[in-house]
């Protein structure tokens, strides 16, 4: 689908992948409303782009549905925003476990459901869900994140099957960790195991290429981890023993405490 001179909503966008792809689309043409939960983090963050800004709090139901009635009809919905969600289950309380069900699954699958209409009846439209190699790897300290990333890595791909034929896409972009900017980024912390790591910008571009030829999945990692995640599809139990010997660098530890703030 074509960028320029269509209307964007992208959620997330004062994130360290957010910025980037909003720069990356605005420099192809496309009409911006971005969206984030804090007014002055978004206008600082897309200083120097023109866009249209709507704070929304995605952990409630009503500011979804305000969300999607604000941006209008959009042409294309890059739903990025999300939680680290990361540490042990028996560390949240039940709000925690609410509040990251509902950013980072239930959110994206209401945006999808309220817009997708307008797109499909005008015969044109894509929707990008942000994803992680977290949806296609389990991880330790990460049983939740994986719960959502999981969850709408197999949402988009039913969902684009729902679509099939109604000239409206959808993609699910998932990257590996991503350096410079961005959660993992945030936390200070090496990568566990030493791999290596993706740039915000490399993550922009995995998310114009899933528009511009409708991919059903773009993979944003290094070769080695694009391919570890999928034998750790195909062979989770395999994949279990390979990260217990590999994550004893403390690494793991370091992201969970830094990224604890943000339950
Ligand atoms: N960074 C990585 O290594 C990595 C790797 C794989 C996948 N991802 C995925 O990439 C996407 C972007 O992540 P990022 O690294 O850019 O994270 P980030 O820098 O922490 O940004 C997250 C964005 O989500 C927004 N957000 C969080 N909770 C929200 C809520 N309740 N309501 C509205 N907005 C909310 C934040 O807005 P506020 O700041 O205003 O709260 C921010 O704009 C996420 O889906 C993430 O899971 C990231």
Redesign the pocket.
């Known amino acids: 689908m074509k960028i320029a001179g269509s209307t964007v909503l992208l959620?997330?966008?004062?994130?360290?992948?957010?910025r980037a792809i909003a720069h990356a689309l605005a420099a192809r043409g496309a009409d911006l409303i971005v969206?984030?939960?804090?007014a002055e983090?978004?206008r600082s963050a897309m200083s120097g782009l023109s866009v249209r800004t709507v704070v929304?709090?995605?952990?409630e139901a009503a500011d979804v549905e305000r969300l999607a009635e604000e941006a209008g009809n959009v042409d294309i919905l890059i739903a990025?925003?999300?939680?680290?969600a990361s540490g042990a289950l028996l560390d949240y309380t039940p709000e925690q476990i609410d509040r990251s069900l509902t950013?980072?699954l239930r959110s994206q699958i209401m945006l999808c459901r309220l817009l997708a209409p307008a797109m499909s009846e005008a015969g044109r439209g894509h929707i990008v869900l942000?994803?992680?190699?977290?949806g296609k790897t389990a991880s330790p300290a990460a049983s939740l994140y994986n719960a959502t990333?999981f969850g709408l890595r197999g949402f988009a791909h039913g969902f684009r099957q729902d679509l099939h034929g109604t000239g409206v896409g959808v993609s699910v972009v998932q990257?590996?960790?991503?350096r410079d900017?961005?959660?993992?980024?945030?936390t200070g912390a090496a990568p566990p195991g030493k791999v290596r790591t993706v740039s915000p910008e490399q993550v922009a571009t995995g998310t114009i290429r899933a528009i511009e030829h409708d991919r059903a999945e773009v993979d944003v990692a290094p070769a080695e981890l694009r391919l570890g995640s999928s034998i750790a599809g195909l062979f989770p139990a395999l994949a279990a023993r390979v990260q217990r010997l590999a994550l004893k660098d403390g690494a793991l530890e370091r992201i969970v405490a830094g990224q604890r703030h943000n339950r």
């Open positions: 959620t997330g966008a004062n994130g360290g992948i957010g969206s984030g939960r804090r983090a978004l929304a709090d995605l952990a990025n925003g999300a939680l680290p950013v980072n942000v994803g992680s190699l977290s990333k990257p590996g960790f991503v900017a961005g959660m993992f980024a945030a």
